[in-house]
T-cell receptor, first 111, second 118 residues
Framework: TQLLKQSPQFLSIQEGENLTVYCNSS?????LQWYRQEPGEGPVLLVT?????EVKKLKRLTFQFGDARKDSSLHITAAQPGDTGLYLC???????????FGTGTRLLVSP | DAGVIQSPRHEVTEMGQEVTLRCKPI?????LFWYRQTMMRGLELLIY????????DSGMPEDRFSAKMPNASFSTLKIQPSEPRDSAVYFC????????????????FGPGTRLTVT
């Protein structure tokens, strides 16, 4: 069974701080996606990374796929209250369309 | 473009009653997924379809759960009889495979149905 463990589970910070969320597995994934979910809504795709070592930036968010394609990180610079939400990583498995979702990280950014 | 549509958004029912959740995927998408989300267990895949055919239902918790996809634009998830432990948010998601594999397996989620069984 492929599992994706995220850390930390919960994070409460002040506006302007930086943070990093980690997504780790012992399995290799063909792609890694990050989603953000706000209360009362479904998860929304932020980014997809497919190459080991790949780094993608989305404004203040930086995503990295591990060299061995077993882990990923999400770094937020100068967090804002609008970044508040549940962050989910999800791994794609070659040959299967389904995703393996991580355990989630709840982020609260206070003004 | 319309996203994934789910109905109802909220459902409150009594234990033992039948519950039917509905989903309309994004037009042209060929994969449809049903998930359940709880605080304790996170986001769990229940079943998914490809071109209206069930591919993997290993996540369906019990025989009380069933899902159908009679055509490319409609799917249902039915719970009969419902139990309090079925209370959760149920999501439907769709995706398009085979195009631009470099983008991975992006899924597009609906807003969810919050089910409460009393």
């Amino acid at each position: 069974t492929q599992l994706l463990k995220q850390s930390p589970q919960f994070l409460s910070i002040q506006e302007g701080e930086n943070l990093t969320v980690y997504c780790n597995s012992s399995s290799v994934f063909s792609s890694l996606q990050w989603y953000r979910q706000e209360p009362g809504e479904g998860p929304v795709l932020l980014v997809t990374v497919v190459t080991g070592g790949e780094v993608k930036k989305l404004k203040r968010l930086t995503f990295q796929f591990g060299d061995a394609r077993k882990d990923s990180s999400l770094h937020i610079t100068a967090a804002q209250p609008g970044d508040t939400g549940l962050y989910l990583c999800a791994g794609g498995i070659t040959g299967f369309q389904k995703l393996v979702f991580g355990t989630g990280t709840r982020l609260l950014v206070s003004p | 473009d319309a996203g994934v549509i789910q109905s109802p958004r909220h459902e409150v029912t009594e234990m033992g009653q039948e519950v039917t959740l509905r989903c309309k995927p994004i037009s042209g998408h060929d994969y449809l997924f049903w998930y359940r989300q709880t605080m304790m267990r996170g986001l769990e895949l229940l079943i998914y379809f490809n071109n209206n055919v069930p591919i993997d239902d290993s996540g369906m918790p019990e025989d009380r759960f069933s899902a159908k996809m009679p055509n490319a634009s409609f799917s249902t998830l039915k719970i009969q009889p419902s139990e309090p432990r079925d209370s959760a948010v149920y999501f439907c998601a769709s995706s398009l495979a085979g195009v631009r594999w470099s983008k991975g397996y992006e899924q597009y989620f609906g807003p969810g149905t919050r089910l409460t069984v009393t």
